[in-house]
């Protein structure tokens, strides 16, 4: 049986360390700087270079004269060699990418998901959009390395399962991975959304390193994902992450939980465009025509109509309604509290904001949030929280998908033998 994954390593530990070293070092390394910073032998180096050339995975780009002995030659990645796929199953849209071997976009796709969706046709879907991907960017299959999927949790990962997330209503136990296996004929590599999110801030992350941030996901739910000490946290069956109950309003609305004030409930995109139509926000002239793309049929949102909802409530508040820029400032306060309390617990500094629905909120939220968090009664770190956007827009649950996947070829922690030894 096969334990989380089926992705294979790239040959091995010694391939995967001398690979890491070389995609991290950005310039190239040579075949002494390797075997200084591995401890291998150079006899090993020397075999293992040979075959990542003979593969085309590396390419030598001129020499290097610096430091005693004669000139080195350089060895760096070829990042086109080989790519992967990332898939975001969000209830509301799925994100495609193509990443190459340095987790840089190099094909996107975006569709709304059709409501409601069964797993059946969701897979079919997912599958007819990998394939335009490929095509579209001329990649031959040989060259992917693998399919990471991001979903809504809780999920079964080691069997690579979905456990009926709530949002994706009659999804109960569907085994996503197995079913993406049999239909792409690829690896695939099953994680839950916060998750993925999570490890694409970590891979692409610029400027000083961020080695404890939360990640504040605000898609069709609202999630967390952490990383601490620069490792993701992913708990005891890797659904770390809910965070649609933490109470943040004594005075809030019921939960089917039975609690009242969680904050999924507060600060979901549906629920908040849903309550602008109820409460007349959108009734003024001015505003008819975007209203009426809005409320349409008058049916239950779907994605596209929630989206534009979320941009009119924004477009409002930007326009000095102050009924949109209490919505917004009460979707700052309901986070900043909720963050407050992760920030106590985790001691964590710096918070990045992304997911599907966050770019209409994000200027107001964002201008909002270091003082909510500065000044919140609560708060006790004695350092101050950074919070940002995230490095990769709306992509970026995907891109940890496929980064999911790169991490599994770059890997060279030993863990990742166990699971390419199961194989
Ligand atoms: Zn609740």
């Given at each position: 049986?096969?334990?989380?994954?089926?992705?294979p390593?790239?040959?091995?530990?010694?391939?995967?360390?001398?690979?890491d070293?070389?995609?991290?070092s950005?310039?190239?390394?040579?075949?002494?700087?390797?075997?200084?910073?591995?401890?291998?032998?150079?006899?090993t180096?020397?075999?293992?270079?040979k075959r990542?050339?003979?593969?085309?995975?590396?390419?030598?780009?001129?020499?290097?004269?610096t430091?005693?002995?004669?000139?080195?030659?350089i060895?760096?990645?070829?990042?086109?060699a080989?790519v992967?796929?990332?898939?975001?199953?969000?209830?509301?849209v799925i994100?495609?990418?193509?990443?190459?071997?340095?987790?840089?976009?190099?094909?996107?796709?975006?569709?709304?998901?059709?409501?409601?969706?069964?797993?059946?046709?969701?897979?079919?879907?997912?599958?007819?959009?990998?394939?335009?991907?490929t095509?579209e960017?001329?990649?031959d299959?040989?060259?992917?390395?693998?399919?990471?999927?991001a979903?809504?949790?809780?999920?079964?990962?080691?069997?690579?399962?979905?456990?009926?997330?709530?949002?994706?209503?009659?999804?109960?136990?569907?085994?996503?991975?197995?079913?993406?296996?049999?239909?792409?004929?690829?690896?695939?590599?099953?994680?839950?959304?916060?998750?993925?999110?999570?490890?694409?801030?970590?891979?692409?992350?610029?400027?000083?390193?961020?080695d404890n941030?939360?990640?504040?996901?605000?898609?069709?739910?609202?999630?967390?994902?952490?990383?601490?000490?620069?490792?993701?946290?992913?708990?005891?069956s890797?659904?770390?992450?809910d965070?649609?109950?933490?109470m943040?309003?004594?005075?809030?609305?019921?939960?089917?939980?039975?609690?009242?004030?969680?904050?999924?409930?507060?600060?979901?995109?549906?629920?908040?465009?849903?309550d602008?139509?109820?409460?007349?926000?959108?009734d003024?002239?001015?505003?008819?025509?975007?209203?009426?793309?809005?409320?349409?049929?008058?049916?239950?949102?779907?994605?596209?109509?929630?989206?534009?909802?979320?941009?009119?409530?924004?477009?409002?508040?930007?326009r000095?309604?102050?009924?949109?820029?209490?919505?917004?400032?009460?979707?700052?306060?309901?986070?900043?509290?909720?963050?407050?309390t992760?920030?106590?617990?985790?001691?964590?500094?710096?918070?990045v904001?992304?997911?599907?629905?966050?770019?209409?909120?994000?200027?107001v939220?964002?201008?909002?949030?270091?003082?909510?968090?500065?000044?919140?009664?609560?708060?006790?770190?004695?350092?101050?929280?950074?919070?940002t956007?995230?490095?990769?827009g709306?992509?970026?649950?995907?891109?940890?998908?496929?980064?999911?996947v790169?991490?599994?070829?770059?890997?060279?922690r030993?863990?990742?033998?166990?699971?390419?030894?199961?194989?």
């Amino acid at each position: 049986m096969q334990r989380g994954t089926n992705l294979p390593a790239l040959g091995g530990y010694n391939q995967a360390v001398i690979l890491d070293l070389i995609r991290r070092s950005g310039s190239g390394l040579s075949r002494v700087e390797l075997a200084g910073e591995t401890g291998l032998s150079g006899q090993t180096v020397s075999n293992v270079t040979k075959r990542l050339l003979e593969d085309g995975i590396i390419h030598e780009s001129g020499k290097s004269s610096t430091g005693p002995g004669k000139p080195r030659t350089i060895l760096q990645l070829e990042s086109r060699a080989r790519v992967a796929i990332g898939v975001h199953l969000d209830p509301s849209v799925i994100t495609y990418v193509l990443v190459d071997l340095e987790g840089a976009v190099i094909g996107h796709r975006r569709s709304l998901t059709p409501s409601p969706i069964d797993p059946v046709s969701a897979i079919a879907t997912v599958v007819a959009a990998i394939d335009a991907l490929t095509a579209e960017a001329g990649i031959d299959r040989e060259r992917v390395l693998g399919v990471g999927i991001a979903a809504p949790g809780p999920i079964d990962a080691d069997r690579g399962i979905l456990i009926a997330p709530p949002l994706l209503v009659g999804w109960d136990r569907v085994s996503l991975r197995d079913a993406l296996i049999e239909a792409t004929g690829l690896p695939v590599v099953l994680e839950k959304d916060v998750t993925a999110a999570a490890v694409a801030e970590l891979w692409l992350q610029s400027g000083p390193s961020r080695d404890n941030f939360a990640f504040l996901y605000y898609g069709t739910g609202i999630g967390i994902g952490l990383a601490l000490e620069h490792e993701v946290l992913r708990g005891a069956s890797r659904n770390a992450g809910d965070a649609g109950h933490i109470m943040v309003a004594d005075d809030g609305p019921l939960c089917e939980c039975g609690l009242h004030g969680c904050l999924g409930n507060l600060v979901q995109p549906k629920a908040l465009v849903t309550d602008a139509i109820a409460s007349g926000l959108f009734d003024g002239p001015e505003v008819a025509d975007e209203a009426a793309a809005v409320i349409g049929d008058g049916s239950e949102l779907d994605a596209a109509r929630v989206l534009l909802g979320m941009e009119l409530i924004a477009a409002l508040a930007s326009r000095g309604d102050p009924r949109a820029g209490a919505v917004l400032h009460g979707v700052a306060s309901h986070i900043a509290r909720a963050l407050v309390t992760i920030v106590n617990l985790l001691d964590i500094d710096h918070v990045v904001f992304g997911g599907p629905f966050w770019s209409p909120i994000a200027a107001v939220v964002l201008a909002e949030m270091p003082e909510l968090i500065a000044k919140h009664p609560a708060l006790v770190q004695p350092h101050p929280v950074v919070v940002t956007d995230s490095a990769s827009g709306d992509d970026v649950t995907a891109i940890g998908a496929a980064c999911l996947v790169l991490d599994h070829t770059f890997s060279p922690r030993p863990a990742a033998l166990l699971i390419s030894a199961t194989r």
